[in-house]
């Protein structure tokens, strides 16, 4: 009996017990259900994917929906959690063995995170042969973000013995422009997308004109669902952001605003989520330190900014809230972006922004309402809006009030979950002959 009779059979099963809709959640990570159970810990990173969840876990607790949920892992850590199904493919794809897991889920629907994987492109490729239906999610498009992956950097930067191990930025940015051509073989193939802004979207319809364009916003983890950022508790003249590890997030780009604003605000302090990439602590972390990390430093060090920047290390879910809580002002200075997490969590919370203008950064601020944009190439710019929060409680109450107003409803657990459940019968709908 082959994979499609297989399917058939289990499906008309699951049907004679009552409705039910059966999903087969395709990612690049598994969510923290998962990980919790394996290991003990949350994911520090792919909070979007726990969203995900969140925005389902009614219809998974009471079965409306039969969720599983298979990405890259051992084969042998099957698991069955919450009414959750978990069936890793392997640390390399197969696609007979994912055909397996295709007959022991049953799938009426496929829901595939991220377009860039080799596995999505294999995986989407396999659906198509067995005519199954399945949508698509955008997450950052990695064809157009590996074009500006090296913006602002040296022509040439001494690799570090950690870039002769692993690879340094060129090696990272050529990684990314082969995901992205992944990615593009994919996205042609595509009859469903989601996506979560018009910067997702233009290069979606530029690349297959066919795709049927759904959006649907991102739920966040649940520790940012409650707390509110006030003036009157924050810290004056600080600043906090989310990441500097690589090149993209653009943190070489926004440090001559940081030197003037410590010249305007002497005792500006900078909370950045990252190891100390300053002060080494022992020579192994020193052996480890990337040629971008190591050009980062010693901008920091021109610019006598060492004591005025001060590294949290990793931070989880509740500790991140409580920088965004804390600070005067979140920065995002990233080179590219689709939908920034940490500037929802920031805005959701009420934390002023300052972002740079890039991606879909502006569907996601507007700009003197909920957040300030300045332009990429422009830290001047920059500067000036920090400035003008620190020194202006009235723009800040403004702009914080706006984005909380906004994105309790924008990031609702409950909207997105309608939504994305409205997506899946829809697009089961227009597949069904």
Known sequence: MDIINKRKNVTHQQNSNGHKLSILWVSNIPISLYTRESTGKNMMFGGWLDGLYFSLEEKIKSREIQLTCTFPGNKNKDRVISNVSFLPFGKQFDSHYFSSIIAKSAPDLVHISGTEYSHTHNISALLNSYGIPYVISIQGLASTCAKSYL??????????????????????????????????MTLKRAAFVIGRTDWDKAYTLSINANAYYYHCDEVLRNEFYSGSWSYGHCDKFSIFISQLSYPIKGFHMIIDALRLLKRDFPTLRVYIASENIVKYTSASQRLK?????????????????????????????????????????????SLIENSSNAIAEAAILGTPIVASYVGGTPSMITHNQTGLLYPINDPQVAYLYIKDLFTNASLCNKLSHNSRKIYQEKMSIATNG????????????????
Do not use: W
């Not at 010693?298 to 600070?327: D, P, R, W």
């Not at 309608?418 to 002959?433: A, G, S």
């Open 151 to 184: 913006d602002g950097l040296p022509i040439f930067m001494l690799p570090t013995a950690r870039d002769i191990y692993r690879g340094g930025v060129r090696s990272e940015r050529n990684d990314m422009a082969r995901r992205g051509k992944y990615e593009i």
């Open 289 to 333: 330190q990337t040629s971008y990390k190591r050009l980062v430093r010693k901008l920091i060090i021109k610019a006598g900014l060492q004591e005025n920047i001060i590294f949290t290390g990793t931070l989880k879910a509740n500790q991140m809230k409580s920088y965004y809580l804390k600070a005067n002002v979140f920065l995002n200075c």
């Open 418 to 433: 309608r939504r994305l459940y409205h997506i899946y019968k829809d697009v089961l709908q227009k597949t069904t002959k």
